[in-house]
């Protein structure tokens, strides 16, 4: 039987491998991490270093009962790991001390950081791909420009007057007009979505949710505007302007004032139907409370009438009542819109 001396002097002799082993094992760790960290470095953007994580880690090491009975004691190879946080943090020193302008919000949004330069190419790039989809969208209509202006001066042909041109070169500006308003009508979800990519890096990532419903809802809403021009205002309006043209009259109404009314129209009322979506960001971000508009309904209603008889050729009480009531319909979804965003915005204070 092998005395106590000779087990305690064999197991002296095992230490040192022991501890040799776990010597090679930390060196291992270190260069596979700074390995892995400077090829991630140098391939990715430069992102800032995230103290709240480094805290999460070291923390825990320097408070946990390691050894029995010795509260507060850390490892050896908890110390090994501190270091190895401490050597990294040294080492992309001179690094972070150069991202005094990245954007400090940038982790809690889930992006990569962007300095000033960065954001001005992004949004050259973005201005670049509008344009030439818009070229494109624009060169694609005018092959159909025949069908467009069928379907847009079908309100006015059916009355029996025909629309006039004044100048040879009026019908071709006619047809590259028409193509290019509507490739801008057609192309606005792409012009949307493009502007909210770009604003994207600034919206946090509880936010992104509301900007992409937000976006859609903007999209679906302007189409309405411009159906509602096409389907109720603009038939009503030709007719009712028409009607005061009698026979003895000869009619040089040109293409050109009619399709420019037809687009105006268009545009006006496609921006009116968004205030639902104007009011519920103005909500959001606290400016007004469904309160302060059940307080102004009734300027509201007045400005209506204001609004509508500005945007509206003639002066009678029937056409300006066409564009009114949409607009206090309007006005009435804003309310709700605004009640509803003030509700789920308590409810997220309240869960933290």
């Given at each position: 039987m092998a005395s106590s001396k000779d087990l305690t002097s064999d197991r002296n002799k095992k230490l040192p491998a022991k501890k040799k082993k776990s010597a090679k094992?930390?060196?291992?760790?270190?260069?596979?991490?700074?390995?892995?960290?400077?090829?991630?470095?140098?391939?990715?953007?430069?992102?800032?270093?995230?103290?709240?994580?480094?805290?999460?880690?070291?923390?825990?090491?320097?408070?946990?009962?390691?050894?029995?009975?010795?509260?507060?004691k850390t490892t050896t190879h908890q110390k090994d790991l501190i270091t190895t946080l401490t050597e990294y943090d040294d080492a992309n020193k001179d690094v972070d001390a150069n991202d005094e302008?990245?954007?400090?919000?940038?982790?809690?949004?889930?992006?990569?950081?962007?300095?000033?330069?960065?954001?001005?190419?992004?949004?050259?790039?973005?201005?670049?791909?509008?344009?030439?989809?818009?070229?494109?969208?624009?060169?694609?209509?005018?092959?159909?420009?025949?069908?467009?202006?069928?379907?847009?001066?079908?309100?006015?042909?059916?009355?029996?007057?025909?629309?006039?041109?004044?100048?040879?070169t009026e019908g071709f500006m006619i047809r590259l007009k028409v193509s290019a308003i509507t490739a801008l009508l057609i192309g606005f979800p792409f012009l949307m979505w493009q502007t909210w990519r770009f604003i994207l890096p600034a919206i946090t990532k509880n936010d992104r949710m509301f900007s992409r419903l937000s976006v859609i809802s903007s999209v679906l809403l302007f189409y309405a505007g411009v159906v509602f021009v096409f389907i109720l205002l603009v038939p009503f309006t030709v007719k009712m302007l028409?009607?005061?043209?009698?026979?003895?009259?000869?009619?040089?109404?040109?293409?050109?004032?009619?399709?420019?009314?037809?687009?105006?129209?268009?545009?006006?009322?496609?921006?009116?139907?968004?205030?639902?979506?104007?009011?519920?960001?103005?909500?959001?971000?606290?400016?007004?409370?469904?309160?302060?508009?059940?307080?102004?309904?009734?300027?509201?209603i007045v400005l209506a009438f204001v609004i509508s008889a500005v945007i509206?050729?003639?002066?009678?009480?029937?056409s300006q009542l066409i564009v009114t009531v949409p607009l206090i319909l309007l006005y009435e979804a804003s309310v709700i819109v605004s009640k509803l965003t003030t509700v789920r915005k308590k409810k997220r204070e309240l869960e933290g």
């Open positions: 094992k930390k060196t291992s760790k270190k260069s596979t991490r700074f390995g892995d960290k400077a090829k991630t470095r140098s391939a990715a953007p430069r992102r800032r270093a995230k103290p709240a994580r480094r805290d999460s880690i070291i923390n825990p090491l320097i408070t946990q009962n390691t050894v029995e009975g010795s509260p507060g302008d990245i954007d400090p919000e940038a982790d809690d949004r889930g992006d990569a950081p962007m300095t000033v330069v960065g954001h001005l190419d992004e949004l050259r790039s973005r201005i670049l791909i509008s344009l030439i989809t818009i070229v494109i969208l624009t060169v694609g209509a005018f092959v159909f420009s025949d069908k467009i202006l069928h379907f847009i001066t079908k309100p006015f042909t059916i009355t029996g007057f025909k629309l006039n041109v004044f100048k040879l028409l009607g005061f043209v009698s026979r003895e009259m000869m009619s040089t109404i040109g293409a050109n004032d009619y399709i420019s009314l037809v687009f105006f129209f268009c545009v006006i009322m496609g921006i009116l139907f968004e205030l639902p979506i104007i009011m519920m960001i103005l909500t959001r971000i606290g400016i007004i409370t469904p309160s302060f508009l059940v307080r102004k309904r009734k300027y509201a509206t050729p003639t002066q009678d009480l029937l």
